[in-house]
T-cell receptor, first 114, second 111 residues
Framework: DAGVIQSPRHEVTEMGQEVTLRCKPI?????LFWYRQTMMRGLELLIY????????DSGMPEDRFSAKMPNASFSTLKIQPSEPRDSAVYFC????????????FGEGSRLTVL | SQQGEEDPQALSIQEGENATMNCSYK?????LQWYRQNSGRGLVHLIL?????REKHSGRLRVTLDTSKKSSSLLITASRAADTASYFC???????????FGQGTRLTINP
């Protein structure tokens, strides 16, 4: 079975540019999570969706960040405009909507903003 | 805080030895999960222990849970070089769906 698929795996961009990260969750999973990982702050939860509906976006750092889930098989995380402090590895994870909460992570998108 | 706090932050042992990592949390939980992250990779779910369980085994992994002390431990027996990774605990708080991760324990197995 295919796992969670993220693209791109690596992105290098210049400050001020728009960045779009993409995620395809595991088929049949109803919940999708976006995390960001840095050395300084560790793994931070940005936002999560249940059945394509955003449930908790309290971790989104500021208005420059937005996330969408137009259907059950696709989600995007957009940063506009990007800043050097956004440099991090962004992970997408999906989970079946049941009470155990086990997460299946993608391999991440490493973003470098110059 | 909804996250688990792992201890120690870093652990270095010789191949073949046992590795023990600890986790503490602050509120009532439904379950507690342990994840592994190899360098440059995503997190991988290792084992889940429910709040009404005290111990669970999976291969060379042994997890214990003490809800009275709000703590858990992960034991890896007969460690191998391939066990070198960061390990995270994640308590699933009662009534919540999201997992909040701590800084993890960085485990190094020396050949």
């Amino acid at each position: 079975d295919a796992g969670v698929i993220q693209s791109p795996r690596h992105e290098v961009t210049e400050m001020g540019q728009e960045v779009t990260l993409r995620c395809k969750p595991i088929s049949g999973h109803n919940s999708l999570f976006w995390y960001r990982q840095t050395m300084m702050r560790g793994l931070e939860l940005l936002i999560y969706f249940n059945n394509n509906v955003p449930i908790d976006d309290s971790g989104m750092p500021e208005d420059r960040f937005s996330a969408k889930m137009p259907n059950a098989s696709f989600s995007t995380l957009k940063i506009q405009p990007s800043e050097p402090r956004d440099s991090a590895v962004y992970f997408c994870a999906s989970s079946p909507l049941r009470r155990t909460g086990e997460l299946f992570f993608g391999e991440g998108s490493r973003l470098t903003v110059l | 805080s909804q996250q688990g706090e792992e201890d120690p932050q870093a652990l270095s042992i010789q191949e073949g030895e046992n590795a023990t990592m600890n986790c503490s949390y602050k509120t009532s939980i439904n379950n507690l999960q342990w994840y592994r992250q190899n360098s440059g990779r995503g997190l991988v779910h290792l084992i889940l222990i429910r709040s009404n369980e005290r111990e669970k085994h999976s291969g060379r992994l042994r997890v214990t849970l003490d809800t009275s002390k709000k703590s858990s431990s992960l034991l890896i027996t007969a460690s191998r070089a391939a066990d070198t990774a960061s390990y995270f605990c994640a308590p699933l708080i009662q009534g919540a769906q999201k997992l909040v991760f701590g800084q993890g324990t960085r485990l190094t197995i020396n050949p």
